[in-house]
């Protein structure tokens, strides 16, 4: 199966200030990924092209990286996925800029049931909390995504087997 996954968000702000957010991506002071509900996003040697890391069992290397432009991530964790995802920021206009992130994979029948049952839907609501943060930085009113029933019961699973395996 191939696996193609698209999401945008339009923020109304310049190009330059929401690459400023995106800079900070995998660093102490992240203002984009969502790592207070979500596993932490980290690099062994930070951004740059040939680093290795990931989140949570996703695991990948940055393959191209243009500071505030855009990021490009191989795949090499879970098994089957073979592909890329990346972060793009592209001006529409002066006063706004559109935050892109897509997913484009080839997968194994075992990855596919994982995509389809599991990793597409966390993966979803991680992508649009992460959307959200951006967003919220630059505004007094803050978006907050509502998770679906789906999305609740895998996170809670997921909390549950995660404090099993840490107190075993």
Same mark, same amino acid.
Do not use: C, M
């Given at each position: 199966m191939n696996a193609v996954n698209i999401h945008k968000r339009t923020i109304n702000q310049?190009?330059?200030?929401?690459?400023?957010?995106?800079?900070?991506?995998?660093? @102490?002071?992240?203002?984009?990924?969502?790592?207070? #509900?979500?596993?932490?996003?980290?690099?062994?040697?930070? *951004?740059? $092209?040939?680093?290795?890391?990931?989140?949570?069992?996703?695991?990948?290397?940055?393959?191209?990286f243009k500071e505030g432009e855009h990021i490009k991530f191989q795949f090499s964790k879970p098994d089957g996925f073979n592909g890329i995802h990346e972060f793009k920021v592209t001006a529409i206009?002066? @006063?706004?800029?559109?935050?892109?992130?897509?997913? #484009?994979?080839?997968?194994?029948?075992?990855?596919?049931? *994982?995509? $389809?049952?599991?990793?597409?839907?966390?993966?979803?609501a991680l992508i649009e909390d992460a959307f959200d943060k951006v967003e919220n930085y630059f505004s007094t009113t803050k978006k907050e995504t509502k998770y679906n029933f789906w999305v609740k019961l895998l996170r809670e699973a997921y909390k549950r087997q995660s404090f099993q395996t840490k107190h075993v």
């Open positions: 310049p190009k330059e200030q929401v690459s400023q957010l995106i800079n900070t991506l995998a660093t @102490q002071n992240d203002l984009v990924w969502p790592y207070e #509900n979500w596993p932490a996003i980290r690099f062994k040697n930070g *951004l740059h $092209v040939g680093s290795k890391g990931g989140h949570g069992i996703v695991r990948y290397s940055i393959i191209e206009n002066d @006063q706004s800029t559109e935050l892109r992130h897509e997913i #484009n994979a080839k997968l194994s029948f075992k990855a596919t049931l *994982l995509w $389809v049952f599991v990793i597409r839907w966390l993966h979803d």
